[in-house]
């Protein structure tokens, strides 16, 4: 990728962003341990433990080892469709602010689908698989994210005329900028909860309750949720519940990475599924795995009633 205004500005490859702000990641997670600690238990499901520790740092390190290895595919990609792009975006400060939200539109689309599509469900499970909140719950990541295909989202953004390194920059930006929502530390933050994406709106996105699931998938701005009908307050009677609806309760990496994997292709391989529910199992919403399910139960228990009418059997009760 060849240097633009922005490289030279930064004096680093965008794509270090994260690791530049580590120190201040980590020192922002020892601060809320201590304030926990302080809290003496006014925060249960926010308590740093070891193993749910160690368990999030290890899944950010395989999901950064990995997302090396796919950035070098998505520069070749990105720089290829900025060849052929529709305009020439100059970098000025109107062009910051158009990509800032550009980037956070497109970034709710790509979130809502990673909800709403199993193929991406696999993968952004593993975020939400730990039934605790804390900072160091944004570190807990996928490392098939380049296989489910996080980086096609932001192909329009490239073939509009915006520098491949500097939506990557807009992306990482916004990342880092969800590290510090993930916290039950703060509280709500008055007329910030109208358009910002809080640390309120995000717990209620965390949650596993039936009010909170799929609520709530902005980046940095909340807007698109109250636009498009996804929007959900926290609500103070209803604390969300961590985790997600069929809990892994585990710590091993490679589970965590692979459990929704190995349980979509095993729903796909099911006996008796019709081609389309199939695909269904694929790339329908998460949930489609047990409607078939239950339809396939009850396909096959009327097809044994039908055989014992005709055996002359009276239906068992």
């Known amino acids: 990728m060849s240097p633009t205004p922005l490289t030279d500005l930064l004096g680093f490859d965008p794509h270090l962003v994260t690791l530049a ?37 290890t899944l950010a390190g395989l999901y950064q080892a990995s997302d090396v290895l796919a950035a070098l595919l998505t520069i070749v990609v990105y720089n290829a469709l900025f060849d052929v792009r529709l305009f020439d975006i100059p970098f000025t ?30 993968s952004h499970v593993v975020h939400h698989s730990s039934e605790k909140l804390n900072l160091s719950t944004a570190f807990r990541q996928s490392v098939t994210y380049p296989i489910t295909g996080m980086w096609l989202f932001w192909l329009p953004i490239v073939l509009i005329g915006f520098p491949p390194e500097t939506v990557i920059f807009a992306v990482a930006i916004s990342l880092a900028y969800q590290f510090f929502i993930h916290t039950q530390a703060v509280g709500k933050l008055g007329p910030l909860e109208w358009f910002l994406n809080t640390p309120s ?14 609520r709530n998938y902005g980046g940095i701005l909340i807007v698109w949720d109250r636009l498009f009908g996804t929007f959900v307050e926290e609500d103070a009677n209803e604390q969300p519940d961590y985790g997600i609806p069929r809990q ?29 529910e199939r695909l269904e199992m694929l790339f329908g919403p998460p949930e489609v795995a047990n409607r078939v399910r239950m339809q396939e139960f009850l396909r096959q228990e009327h097809e044994e009633r039908e055989m014992e009418r005709v055996k002359g059997i009276e239906p068992s009760s």
């Open 248 to 276: 892994v309760r585990t710590h091993n990496p490679v589970t965590l990475n692979f459990h929704e994997w190995r349980d979509m292709f095993a729903d796909v391989r099911a006996p008796g599924l019709r081609p389309l």
């Open 201 to 214: 709106h995000h717990r209620a996105h965390h949650g596993r309750n039936p009010k909170y699931i799929d």
């Open 21 to 57: 702000l580590a120190p201040a990641f980590l020192l922002a997670m020892a601060g809320e341990w201590m304030h926990l600690r302080r809290g003496q238990g006014a925060y249960p499901s926010a308590t740093y433990t070891w193993a749910d520790t160690l368990s999030n740092m």
């Open 93 to 122: 400060a109107w062009s910051v602010v158009l990509l800032f939200v550009v980037q956070d539109f497109v970034y709710y689309w790509f979130h809502r689908a990673h909800h709403r599509i199993r193929w991406f469900w696999c």
